[in-house]
């Protein structure tokens, strides 16, 4: 798998295919919702055959029996990550898990499972106003990866500053994927913990989830290329 994640951020399957015709070498793509409600899991099939892999991103949350079905079926679709909120607790993530063992098909490897922690658009006024939880994102973010990795989890999404102290709590192998990732001369939008791909090989990010810097670049697969040189460049 590429160290950058693609954000097909596209409306259409007919948009997010096209988009793809561009890069004639593996890449790792992220199916968020947009794209999964417009075109259905079969847009899961269609990329694993152009021979890309596949993070399907639609953040399961739901009582832990409704969450290992849903699972179950995923598993089946080839994805190679799958994610829930952490929010959802360590019974839940479990369930995921349980899931997935149930319904990868035998002689394949099961999909990777990461937990969302704090989402990149949340704020800490937002967190302690509105989620009621008080202190630092921070704390926040670590609790949710202790709870994902006893639940069996592989890791979890979150910012890139965060991505240290994960490790640090929870281990080397325990992956951090993280979005918000922007260039230097690029605009926030939505996010609030942004970073750039250089700051996020620095703090030991394992993967970076990058949209709109990817997609809506005159050549795409030039600004890939170059994000994928500075993720395995040395720190």
């Known amino acids: 798998m590429s160290k950058t994640i693609v954000a097909l951020d ?71 990550i799958v994610n829930v909120h952490a929010a959802g607790g360590k019974a839940m993530m479990a369930a995921a898990i349980a899931g997935l063992e149930e319904g990868t098909p035998e002689g394949k490897k099961r999909p990777l499972c990461i937990a969302v922690t704090q989402l990149t658009s949340t704020s800490k006024e937002a967190m302690n106003e509105e989620q009621g939880i008080p202190g630092e994102v921070m704390d926040s973010v670590i609790r949710y990866a202790k709870n994902a990795k006893d639940a069996g989890l592989d890791g979890v999404v979150c910012s890139v500053h965060e991505a240290q102290a994960i490790h640090e709590a929870c281990g080397p192998e325990f992956l951090t994927v993280t979005p918000g990732i922007r260039l230097a001369d690029d605009s926030k939008d939505d996010q609030k913990r942004v970073a750039t791909p250089a700051l996020a090989r620095e703090r030991g990010c394992d993967y970076i989830v990058v949209g709109r810097s990817i997609t809506k670049a005159e050549d795409p697969r030039a600004v890939f290329e170059g994000i994928e040189e500075t993720m395995h460049g040395a720190v």
């Open 10 to 80: 596209f409306s259409s399957r007919e948009e997010a295919l096209e988009f793809l015709k561009q890069f004639d070498s593996p890449v790792t793509v992220k199916v968020g919702m947009e794209l999964t409600y417009a075109a259905g899991l079969d847009i899961v099939d269609e990329i694993k055959a152009m021979g890309h892999d596949v993070f399907l991103d639609l953040k399961l949350h739901d009582i832990p029996n409704t969450v290992k079905g849903g699972m179950k079926n995923l598993a089946r679709r080839g994805a190679d």
